[in-house]
């Protein structure tokens, strides 16, 4: 069945340190790819996205590209801040769009000290 | 708006008690969800409505009884829960089961005494 691995937490960066949380994946056909964030004591939020291979999703300066051929959707920001401390989820499903059955990571805490 | 509401926000109860949660979403999303999250975990499917029909349920103990009244509302009824059910439940919707991305609500953090 699908499976999505990501990278064991928790990551400390200080702030403005450029950050990577590895992803990577198995699934048969073309599943799209999601990051979502949990800030504490909320739900998730749907951080970005990417739906075909060499797309890139981006959003408040995170990006990650759909890597078909290493099967990864590595999330990176150039500069975090300490608002960025938050619980990052990569996910994916078998069809464009998260509306069908979302496979998700194990999740990894990121922790931005001033 | 994409926003998905959960009342209320935290619970306490007994095992012999009954309560309900309660998800509201105004997108007009004929899909909509229960998740279940332990701490430190990501969230785990319960129950999947899709146009007020009940279309997974992810073999959920019984004590977990969802309902979906309308396109907007999806409520999940609690009842002799186990201290093991303590849990952060999740409400989503989307715009169909296989169209459209989840948008999650807050939240009800539930504690079972």
């Known amino acids: 069945g699908d499976s999505v691995t990501q990278m064991e937490g928790p990551v400390t960066l200080s702030e403005e340190a450029f950050l990577t949380i590895n992803c990577t994946y198995t699934?048969?056909?073309?599943?799209?790819l999601f990051w979502y964030v949990q800030y504490p004591g909320e739900g998730l939020q749907l951080l970005l996205k990417a739906t075909k291979a060499d797309d890139k999703g981006s959003n408040k300066g995170f990006e990650a590209t759909y890597r078909k051929e290493t099967t990864s959707f590595h999330l990176e920001k150039g500069s975090v801040q300490v608002s960025d401390s938050a619980v990052y989820f990569c996910a994916l499903t078998p069809r464009e769009g998260s509306g069908s059955r979302l496979t998700f990571g194990e999740g990894t805490q990121l922790t931005v000290n001033p | 708006d994409t926003e998905v509401t959960q009342t209320p926000k935290h619970l306490v109860m007994g095992m012999t008690n009954k309560k309900s949660l309660k998800c509201e979403q105004h997108?007009?999303?004929?899909?909509m969800y229960w998740y279940k999250q332990k701490a430190k975990k990501p969230p785990e499917l319960m129950f999947v409505y899709s146009y007020e029909k009940l279309s997974i349920n992810e073999s959920v103990p019984s004590r977990f009884s969802p309902e979906c009244p309308n396109s907007s509302l999806l409520n999940l009824h609690l009842h002799a829960l186990q201290p093991e059910d303590s849990a952060l439940y999740l409400c989503?919707?989307?715009?169909?089961?296989?169209?459209?991305?989840?948008?999650f609500g807050p939240g009800t953090r539930l504690l079972v005494l």
């Open positions: 989503a919707s989307s715009q169909d089961t296989g169209l459209g991305d989840q948008y």
């Open positions: 997108m007009g999303h004929r899909a």
């Open positions: 699934a048969t056909g073309y599943p799209s």
